[in-house]
Antibody, heavy 126, light 111 residues
Framework: QTQLQESGPGMVKTSETLSLTCSVSGGSFRLFYWSWVRQSAGKGLEWIGHTQTTGKTYYNPSLKSRVTMSLDKSKNQFSLKLSSVTAADTAVYYC????????????????????WGKGTTVTVSS | QLVLTQSPSASASLGGSVKLTCSLSSRHSGAAIAWLQHQPEKSPRFLMSLDSDGNHDRGDGVPDRFSGSSSGADRYLTISSLQSDDEADYYCQAWGSGIEVFGGGTKLTVL
């Protein structure tokens, strides 16, 4: 059974870079895409990006200029770096496994997050 | 651009049932979606994937009280025999043009 665990600083200073790591245990690391999602207080879920061991990445266009995702296959870990953070980046950050493609049709295929980490709270302050 | 629209809130009685709706933008009316449950202080939980014909695959351990259906651009999540811990935020999610999109979520209150 695949399990995911986020780790990283709980506090980051304004304008600095937020760095988080997700450790994956159980299951195959190479076969899947891996994702970061966040939720700010009182708001909904916001997708940050997907990454895969082939190096393929997809980023949320609204965050793309500040996001870098990478993987360490030897450690079954993937990471998130978000630069130039502001208070608006204060959120609970979740890592997740991406399953798919499924239900492929004329409208494309579905990729979805089926296994989630517990989440880690990151506060941005000056 | 893919947009998923959900009502902000819903309520239903303990032991009853409720049908939540996720509406896809018209250009993407044939897309499949996933339903997620997000209980307070927990991480999101995958409930099921659901296509435009109403075919759905539940996640591991998800009881059959949770079912999915579709009509046109609308995707539904029906929860029957409501329990108190079904009180949660429910999100739909879909993939389009290299972007993962979430609906705004529906906060379900169990009365």
């Amino acid at each position: 059974q695949t399990q995911l665990q986020e780790s990283g600083p709980g506090m980051v200073k304004t304008s600095e870079t937020l760095s988080l790591t997700c450790s994956v245990s159980g299951g195959s690391f190479r076969l899947f895409y891996w994702s970061w999602v966040r939720q700010s207080a009182g708001k909904g879920l916001e997708w940050i990006g997907h990454t895969q061991t082939t190096g393929k990445t997809y980023y949320n266009p609204s965050l793309k200029s500040r996001v870098t995702m990478s993987l360490d296959k030897s450690k079954n870990q993937f990471s998130l770096k978000l630069s130039s953070v502001t208070a608006a980046d204060t959120a609970v950050y979740y890592c997740a496994r991406v399953e798919g493609p499924s239900f492929c049709g004329d409208a494309g295929c579905l990729w979805y997050m089926d296994v989630w980490g517990k989440g880690t709270t990151v506060t941005v302050s000056s | 651009q893919l947009v998923l629209t959900q009502s902000p809130s819903a309520s239903a009685s303990l032991g009853g049932s409720v049908k939540l709706t996720c509406s896809l933008s018209s250009r993407h009316s044939g897309a499949a979606i996933a339903w997620l449950q997000h209980q307070p202080e927990k991480s999101p939980r995958f409930l099921m994937s659901l296509d435009s014909d109403g075919n759905h695959d539940r996640g591991d351990g998800v009881p059959d009280r949770f079912s999915g259906s579709s009509s046109g651009a609308d995707r539904y999540l029906t929860i029957s025999s409501l329990q108190s811990d079904d009180e949660a935020d429910y999100y739909c999610q879909a993939w389009g043009s290299g972007i993962e999109v979430f609906g705004g979520g529906t906060k379900l209150t169990v009365l």
